[in-house]
């Protein structure tokens, strides 16, 4: 953020807010922007905390800065960075970044590769999940934790096929359906999955999938039979 600013492609960024709690929502008000957000509280901690769409203006990153400790671990992965930055481009966000309110200011500790990326796209509004007065050492373990003994397990190989396995079926019936008057192939359905409206994968994904699809179904129908 610090870098775009220098740049000129954003304003500003990291603002303070007033927050204000009343009748379970909580108001923020910013320099020229105010949000009405309703208020959830973890059945666990006790700990409230909202949903909201926030402008880049009242966002920043969880690092330790004013003498104060941050929950941000880690510095920004280039790999990383550039993989989510194309993928933003054609697919949506599943999950808010999730950040905290210290001394008037929302800061992100979770997430900090999706909003860079998003950043890079042009994005300036993001999706957040933000605790209003979390305690400092429980939820440093929490995140320390998610993103350790307990970060998202990858899919199997066999899940992934399986679900290929399924679009691939929807896909092929399509295909064959076609009144194009060409040959059916194995190479035309790969051509009309590569021109298929909202296909994502390039020319090499694509092959490499469905190689793994027609592995899993040699193996399925042996079992069957």
């Known amino acids: 953020m610090e870098y775009l600013k220098s740049k ?7 603002e303070a807010v007033a927050v204000k ?14 949000y009405t957000q309703k208020l ?13 769409t926030l402008d880049v203006d009242v966002v920043d990153s969880d ?30 966000v599943l999950q808010p970044s999730v950040g905290r309110i210290v001394r008037n200011r929302i800061r992100l500790f979770d997430g900090q590769h999706k909003v860079a ?15 209003v007065d ?10 320390i934790a998610a993103h350790d003994k307990f970060a998202q397990t990858r899919f199997f190989s066999s899940v992934m096929v399986a679900k290929l396995g399924s679009q691939f079926g ?13 040959p059916k192939s ?12 909202g296909n994502t994968q390039t020319q090499g994904q694509l092959n490499a999938r469905f190689r793994s699809y027609l592995y899993s179904s040699v193996l399925e129908t042996r079992k069957t039979n």
């Open 8 to 14: 000129g492609d954003i304003a500003r960024f990291g």
């Open 21 to 34: 709690q009343n009748d379970g929502h909580v108001v923020l008000e910013s320099a020229d922007k105010s």
């Open 40 to 52: 959830y509280e973890c059945p666990t901690t006790g700990w409230k905390y909202f949903y909201a």
């Open 63 to 92: 690092d330790d800065e004013d003498h104060s400790a941050g929950l941000q671990p880690r510095y920004l992965l280039t790999d990383k960075l550039f993989e989510l930055y194309r993928h933003f481009q054609r697919h949506p």
């Open 117 to 131: 990326a998003l950043l890079w796209n042009g994005r300036r509004i993001f999706e957040c999940k933000v605790y």
């Open 134 to 143: 979390p305690e400092m050492r429980l939820l440093n373990q929490t995140n």
């Open 170 to 182: 929807i896909d092929f019936e399509q295909y064959k359906d076609l009144e194009d008057a060409q």
């Open 186 to 197: 194995e190479a035309g359905f790969m051509d009309f999955l590569a021109k298929k409206e």
